[in-house]
Each structure stands twice: as structure tokens, then as C-alpha cells.
């Protein structure tokens, strides 16, 4: 049986609940502003590594040097480190891990500030 797209939200499988296209159209209109202004900048998300899952592909670490903060380096045994001074929580490596290694931390915390901004 084909599912539609449009599950109804909150994760339900129910998809007789379904709504049309323009039932939806216009509902997440509240959530959008003209300026980055209103993001919450205080606090992160770090990912989470599942470690017996990692398969040391580096791939996380390629990606968030490239497109991300720089907040992972490789051990020695090629297991990924997060600089959580760094990490700006945006999920980049989950996206690219090919084992699914990574995820969301899903706890938010206040975001620790680089070395150079510490009181001594
Ligand atoms: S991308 Fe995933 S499998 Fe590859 S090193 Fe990072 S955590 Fe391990
Ligand atoms: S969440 Fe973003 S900044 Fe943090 S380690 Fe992953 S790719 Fe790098």
C-alpha cells in the first residue's frame, strides 16, 4: 500500500488522518522571520558518537573541517573527537556518517566558550 507524505504530524502511522495539500499549506508561516536575529545562539546541540558503530571512515571529520566548525579530529585508532569549544551543534556529521554513528545529542546545553574567551 502506498503511505502518503502527509502523515498528520507527531510521528503517527495512522495515515487515514491524512490532510490535503491545502490544508497544510501556510501552517509553519509563524515559524519564519525575515532575520537570523531570533536564533538561538547561546546554546547547542551536540552530536552523539556511537562508537561501536564507527567504522573510522573520517568522512565526519573531512566534512565538519570543510563545511562545519572544524570541532572533530581523528584519534589515533581513527575515532572521532569533538571540541565541544567548537562545535556549533549543526548536525552536519550526522548527515554524512554512512554507518549512522552519529546522532543528536538531543540535550541542550550552554555553549562552551573557545579558550580564548575563559576567565583565567
Ligand atoms: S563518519 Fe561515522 S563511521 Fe565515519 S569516522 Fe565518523 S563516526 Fe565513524
Ligand atoms: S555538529 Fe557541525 S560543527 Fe559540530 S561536530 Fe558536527 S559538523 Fe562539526
Do not use: W
Request: proline share 6%.
Amino acid at each position: 500500500m502506498r503511505q502518503s507524505p502527509i502523515s498528520g504530524g507527531s510521528g503517527s502511522n495512522d495515515f487515514s488522518s491524512s490532510r490535503s495539500v491545502n490544508e497544510v499549506r501556510g501552517l509553519a508561516l509563524d515559524s519564519i522571520s525575515e532575520t537570523t536575529d531570533v536564533l538561538e545562539r547561546d546554546t547547542v546541540v551536540f552530536p552523539r558518537f556511537l562508537r561501536e558503530k564507527c567504522i573510522g571512515c573520517g568522512r565526519c571529520a573531512v566534512s565538519c573541517a570543510d563545511g562545519g566548525h572544524q570541532a572533530i579530529r581523528l584519534t589515533e585508532d581513527r575515532r572521532p573527537l569533538l571540541d565541544g569549544s567548537k562545535c556549533v551543534g549543526c548536525h552536519l556529521c550526522v548527515l554524512v556518517c554512512p554507518q549512522r554513528a552519529i546522532v543528536s545529542g538531543r540535550k541542550r546545553i550552554a555553549k562552551p566558550k573557545p579558550p580564548e574567551e575563559r576567565e583565567n
